[in-house]
């Protein structure tokens, strides 16, 4: 046994040689002369004594430093300009506890850290290498690293000036949702007044902030949507600060403001909904007035009618179809968002709202778009979603002003009419098919509305027997597939194979019956549009000018 522990601290201090050990053997052993040699990581990771030593020397830790947050002259090496910021990096978010404590607790050092970021643009390489640097000592000495933020009122205005970077949302959103440091960081951006310094990115002076604004923030609630009562997360969501971020999303030629202000402000609504999926519905007055709506609503929908404008003008662009041929007009990311805007407006479910945006004209607006834009799937899944969760949420009597102010019926028989006998009928005619249906259960559950579809729309019934069977078709073929698959798991059975769960049927068919929402995420330089499974990456750079057909 005494053997044994003998042999197990042997190679606790075992390590291979290195080219590092005969520079620091050497005479004349200097910081460039390690920082050229390859091993020099591995050996600060293994925390080899005397490597760790002369690393811990003031001089090394400023040199390491400097070189992490100071551009080097144009006559500099390629090792002093590339290299030698890279290792640095690596070094210093290698959570080696003795390095991280001497530069979190030393000033001069920290100054230098964060002096860096007062630069007005940050540099190509060092920024992001230094943000890195920064959040590794946040995570490994939080105390220090927040005791000396809090009393520099500079730090978070100095890195917000730089939030068009991607390094810097990266720096919020990897602080936001480390668990180690998510309390004392919240806690240091709502002391920093961060919520009030964010408004103000909206305007259209910072147009090339505002991708990732929206990605911080909706990052921010992401993570927070457990503990949505966070002083921070109160103030954001404020009708104060609503109203404020309003003014700069309103402000003449701000699309992009607009844009990326509405996706924060659904994320706020969607937050609702979601914390509501678990409550009871006597929990919430769905026919509470519009005035007593949660802020997020109370702040739009007085622009209902400027939503409708937009909507409803044109993008000036056009792209050509190469399969289909021909050119289309460009829907826009624009008209999406605020399109993923009115969905969640529905999906809370409040009638006045509701009734408003019957009385604004909204729901008359999205079906003369449809013909114009054919080929946007995007939009024929979100009208389809609108028009059933908005039926769904009616009673009778709004129901028959719903479908009298809309149209909506003569619509779907004249679509029907006019492309039933016709081949390569418009992709939008499925997702109608799907509002036929939610009309169908509407009148199956109230008799005066399926009296007044009889008397006022002799096809209907015809219409009504396609849908139903439509319907019906797509179960069976859904069943048929599932046997299929439970066949398959039985001859895997015989094998020994462990067969799978069985699914419902019915919550299954129920499922693909659902319409998915628009969501809109930010990671590295690119984002994503996701839609029932579907998505398209775009490129950041290129996402004023970006385009949906």
Not at 307 to 324: A, N, P, S
Not at 380 to 389: E, P
Not at 498 to 525: Q, R, T
Request: with cysteine; hydrophobic share 40%; net charge negative.
């Amino acid at each position: 046994a005494r053997h044994s522990v003998h042999m197990t601290d042997f190679w606790k201090e075992f390590s291979f040689p290195s080219k590092c050990d005969s520079i620091l053997q050497g005479a004349g052993c200097t910081l460039e002369q390690l920082l050229d040699e390859d091993d020099i990581v591995v050996d600060a990771r293994e925390q080899k004594p005397e490597l760790q030593a002369f690393l811990l020397k003031p001089a090394s830790l400023e040199a390491l430093v400097r070189y992490l947050t100071q551009e080097p002259p144009a006559t500099a090496t390629d090792n002093v300009k590339f290299r030698y910021p890279a290792v640095v990096c690596e070094i210093l978010t290698a959570k080696i506890e003795p390095i991280d404590k001497a530069v979190a607790s030393s000033k001069p050092l920290l100054d230098m850290l964060f002096g860096s970021l007062r630069a007005k643009s940050l540099h190509h390489m060092l920024g992001p290498v230094t943000l890195k640097v920064i959040n590794s000592l946040i995570a490994t000495n939080k105390d220090a690293m927040f005791g000396y933020m809090s009393k520099v009122p500079t730090i978070l205005d100095d890195v917000l000036a730089h939030l068009h970077q991607t390094c810097v949302s990266d720096f919020f959103v990897e602080c936001i949702t480390s668990d180690a440091v998510q309390t004392d960081f919240i806690q240091w951006l709502h002391q920093s007044q961060f919520c009030k310094k964010i408004v103000g990115k909206f305007s259209s002076e910072w147009k090339d902030q505002h991708a990732n604004l929206s990605t911080l923030l909706i990052s921010l609630m992401e993570e927070l949507k457990e503990n949505r009562a966070t002083e921070l997360m109160v103030e954001l969501k404020s009708e104060e600060n609503l109203l404020e971020m309003k003014r700069f999303m309103f402000e003449a030629g701000n699309d992009s403001g607009l844009t990326h202000g509405l996706l924060v402000i659904t994320q706020i609504m969607d937050g609702i909904i979601e914390t509501r999926a678990g409550t009871a519905k006597k929990s919430w007055n769905k026919t509470a007035p519009l005035s007593e709506l949660p802020p997020a609503v109370c702040v739009l929908y007085p622009h209902l009618s400027d939503l409708y404008t937009l909507l409803q003008g044109g993008t000036g662009k056009t792209i050509t179809d190469k399969v289909k041929g021909g050119k289309h007009e460009v829907f826009g990311l624009l008209k999406l968002v605020i399109v993923r805007t009115l969905q969640a407006f529905v999906e809370l479910g409040y009638s006045n709202l509701l009734l408003e945006m019957l009385s604004q004209k909204i729901y008359n607006l999205l079906i003369e778009l449809l013909p114009r834009f054919p080929y946007n799937t995007f939009f024929h899944q979100a009208l389809s979603s609108i028009f059933s969760k908005t039926m769904g949420h009616m009673n009778k009597a709004e129901m028959s002003k719903f479908l009298i102010t809309t149209n909506i019926v003569p619509f779907l028989l004249g679509q029907e009419k006019q492309f039933s006998t016709k081949v390569g009928s418009p992709e939008y005619i499925p997702f109608l098919h799907l509002i036929g249906r939610t009309i169908k259960a509407q009148s199956d559950k109230y008799l005066e509305i399926q009296e007044l579809l009889e008397k006022e729309y002799p096809e209907w019934l015809d219409y009504q027997a396609l849908v139903v069977a439509e319907e019906q078709k797509e179960r069976e073929i859904d069943i048929e597939a599932l046997k299929g698959e439970d066949g398959g798991r039985e001859e895997e059975d015989e094998f020994g194979d462990k067969p799978e769960e069985e699914e419902d049927i019915g919550e299954m068919i129920a499922e693909d019956a659902l319409m998915d929402d628009v969501d809109l995420i930010s990671s590295d330089d690119h984002l994503d549009y996701q839609l029932d499974k579907v998505q398209i990456l775009v490129s950041k750079k290129d996402i004023e000018n970006f385009t949906v057909i």
